[in-house]
């Protein structure tokens, strides 16, 4: 994993140190006789399936947030210690994120503001220090499929996204591992229910479903053309996924306040169309599987299949992240040999990106028209554990005591229009591929 900026914190632990004592302030036995907390409490429960955290919330979005940071308290408090840790040791001076935050918040809608305090009342922790990490951008990777019509073996809509990055997130002084994550159920007043995952510290919602049948999810994808005055994608795909229940209102959201450089994934299953939208600050390309820039060589269409790994494909916006267009060239490795520039902090995506974008297309056609639930979650898990690819054989091989030089965080394979999902999450240094899949139904849980 790589942090945007690279100078290390000076002052991170003296101010971390402020922070715990005022999250010492709120003892979860403060709140046993209050009515008006026990009855914000009574919307949201924890349980635990298979070994699995599985949390519900649901109301306001200060009690949503107020119900995650109460009900899982010592988990977050112990993530965000290992968190803090490791932005100590490999992160940015703590005025930088800080004056990220600062200028985040005044651009996040209200919902948002009002699901931090929550977060932060419910965890006793200000929220300061809840927050900050949800400004900090970390270059992972991803990648995102999308299969329908004739590429599955009954028509349906499948949906997938695998998380990843270069290692997993530790704290250097302990080594303990950020591995602690939760499959969170949402029902907000008056927005739709959602199931979605994420680690037990961060209000970020990468990818998930809704009960309308959307499906969405981002990959990061680096570029110079960046601003941090709107409110990133992870808010975006949270409001989308409470609010919209078509693609136009999912197009109106996720499309406005841009910040810096992604690939978003969008579906709806109840027409089987998928998009896909590459997105800076100021540009915007939106495309389906048969978009002839889908076929921009050296990439290639699938019919009725649409992914995406860590680059753009549409020309204008690769332009603002690698020299040539060309996104396996070794050429795009040249900024690092040059002085710091617009893409030198950039430099090995596209690279890197494409070897997964070709094992992904690879897989894809061997097994087009056969995709299910069950088929295109092993069609994934191939590819990265190394059965149809060196590259990725290599990686698996060459694996050290941080993680694989590709570590998958968590991945998910679902059907939008069931409500099924299957997810597996990392342990320790062993990546999600490694570890096994659990089955849950967001329709199942809403009732459970």
Not at 1 to 16: A, D, E, G, H
Not at 255 to 270: F, M, V
Not at 313 to 324: D, E, G, V
Not at 353 to 382: E, P, V
Request: hydrophobic share 35%; charged share 20%; proline share 4%.
């Amino acid at each position: 994993m790589r942090i945007k900026t690279k100078v290390i914190l000076s002052t991170l632990l003296f101010i971390c140190s402020s922070f715990f004592v005022s999250a010492s302030v709120i003892e979860n036995d403060e709140y046993d006789g209050n009515l008006i907390v026990q009855e914000i409490l009574e919307g949201g429960y924890v349980e635990e399936i298979d070994g699995v955290t599985v949390l519900h919330v649901s109301g306001s979005y200060y009690e949503m947030g107020f119900q995650y940071g109460y009900l899982l308290r010592n988990k977050i408090c112990r993530n965000l210690r290992i968190y803090y840790n490791f932005l100590y040791e490999y992160g940015s001076p703590f005025d930088v994120y800080l004056g990220l935050w600062e200028k985040a918040k005044h651009n996040l809608p209200h919902q948002i503001i009002d699901e931090f305090q929550g977060f932060a009342d419910g965890s006793g922790l200000t929220l300061e220090y809840v927050a900050i990490p949800h400004v900090v951008i970390l270059d992972g990777a991803c990648s995102l499929i999308s299969v329908t019509g004739s590429a599955t073996s009954d028509g349906k809509l499948y949906f997938a996204r695998s998380w990843e990055s270069d290692c997993p997130i530790f704290d250097p002084n302990t080594g303990e591992f950020l591995d602690e994550q939760v499959l969170i159920v949402r029902e907000p007043d008056d927005g739709y229910a959602s199931m979605y995952a994420t680690y037990i510290c961060w209000l970020f919602n990468h990818g998930g479903i809704n009960e309308k049948g959307m499906s969405v999810a981002h990959a990061w994808s680096g570029s110079y053309d960046e601003n941090f005055e709107g409110f990133g994608p992870e808010f975006r795909i949270k409001l989308l996924l409470d609010k919209a229940s078509n693609i136009t209102q999912a197009l109106d959201i996720i499309n406005s306040n841009r910040t810096i450089g992604y690939n978003i994934l969008l579906s709806d299953s109840k027409t089987n169309e998928s998009l896909v939208i590459e997105q800076t600050s100021n540009l915007s390309y939106i495309g389906t599987w048969d978009d002839p820039v889908e076929s921009t060589k050296p990439c290639y269409k699938i019919d009725n299949v649409l992914r995406r790994t860590n680059f753009f494909i549409n020309k204008t916006l690769a332009s603002t992240q690698r020299y040539f267009y060309n996104p396996k060239s070794i050429c795009n490795l040249v900024p690092l040999l040059l002085p710091k520039n617009r893409y030198h902090d950039i430099y090995p995506l596209p690279t890197l990106s494409w070897m997964s974008y070709i094992a992904q297309s690879r897989s894809l056609q061997k097994k087009w028209g056969s995709f299910n639930l069950y088929n295109l979650m092993n069609t994934m898990r191939d590819v990265f554990n190394g059965k149809n690819s060196l590259f990725f054989k290599i990686n698996k091989l060459t694996k050290n005591s941080y993680g694989n030089h590709i570590y998958g965080y968590h991945q998910w394979v679902a059907c939008p229009e069931t409500g099924d999902m299957l997810i597996c999450f990392h342990k320790g240094k062993s990546s999600s591929y490694e570890q096994p899949v659990y089955f849950f139904n967001l329709f199942n849980l809403l009732q459970s």
